[in-house]
């Protein structure tokens, strides 16, 4: 098999997009990360489910709560952005409409991060 990487990237032991590796090992991280901290949040709602708007509050202002829930919020959306990365990178063939993508998918991923961030604070300082 011919090797296709230029002589450079072949000293440097570089693929093409340079970043491959940490991308997989990323998103993989996330995933195992996800994992126990979704299972965690299920159980949680499941222990919450039919009680009153203020016990909700209650259990979300505890901080062996609110920390999970952070980690898995930050832990999501990293994961997402990832995930859409690879995706729009290795569809998308347009360099205008590919770069357009990336840029709006980082300030998605930013939007529904900080707001998730601050409705969890928010509960948390406020019960």
């Known amino acids: 098999m ?4 230029t002589p450079l990237g072949r000293v440097r032991g570089l693929g093409s997009a340079r970043a491959g590796t940490n991308h997989f090992w990323a998103q993989r991280l996330t995933a195992f990360v996800n994992v126990p901290l979704a299972l965690f949040y299920i159980a949680l709602l499941l222990a919450l489910s ?3 708007y203020q016990s909700v509050r209650t259990a979300l202002a505890n901080p062996l ?6 980690l898995l919020v930050l832990s999501g959306a990293w994961h997402m952005r990832i ?4 995706i729009i990178e290795d569809y ?3 360099s205008g409409a590919k770069l357009g993508l990336l840029i709006g998918n980082i300030v998605f991923v930013s939007v529904i991060a900080l707001t998730s961030i601050y409705a969890v ?3 948390g300082f406020s019960s």
Request: net charge positive.
């Open 2 to 5: 011919s090797d296709r990487r």
């Open 50 to 52: 039919g009680v009153d």
């Open 65 to 70: 709560v609110a920390v999970p829930t952070l």
């Open 83 to 86: 995930g859409m990365q690879t």
């Open 92 to 94: 998308v063939t347009g």
């Open 121 to 123: 604070l928010k509960i």
